[in-house]
């Protein structure tokens, strides 16, 4: 089993940038697939960025590629997602999750472990 804890998140400006990390307990991260997702009131929960268990592979949603990038760090059981040219529809809380499978899974329903989640506002 895995445990996992956001960090992170806070108030930003339209146009800035955040780095969320999510700390990882166990001794098999290595072998776990790591997804963000978010989710705002009132809609449902939405992929936004998978990272294989080396971290070669990774995936994002469409409205977050060219701006979010997720990365990983197996020696200090961290998963990072900087985020950059915020807006203000990024605004959500923000969910890390694990699985131990061999895909990247874009659905929530992939994912076994989910951490309490860290709120990412972005004004306008």
């Known amino acids: 089993q895995v445990q996992l804890v956001e960090s992170g998140g806070g108030l930003v400006q339209a146009g800035g940038s955040l780095r969320l990390s999510c700390a990882a307990s166990?001794?098999?991260?290595?072998?776990?697939?790591m997804g963000w997702f978010r989710q705002a009131p009132g809609k449902e929960r939405e992929f936004v960025a998978g990272?294989?268990?080396?971290?070669?592979?990774?995936t994002y949603a469409d409205s977050v590629k060219g701006r979010f990038t997720i990365s990983r760090d197996n020696a200090k059981n961290t998963v990072y997602l900087q985020m950059n040219s915020l807006k203000p529809e990024d605004t959500a809380v923000y969910y890390c999750?694990?699985?131990?499978?061999?895909?990247?899974?874009?659905?929530?329903?992939?994912?076994?472990?989910w951490g309490p989640g860290t709120q990412v506002t972005v004004s306008s």
């Open positions: 990272i294989s268990w080396g971290g070669t592979s990774t």
């Open positions: 166990g001794r098999t991260f290595s072998r776990y697939v």
């Open positions: 999750a694990a699985d131990s499978t061999y895909s990247i899974f874009t659905t929530p329903h992939g994912y076994h472990y």
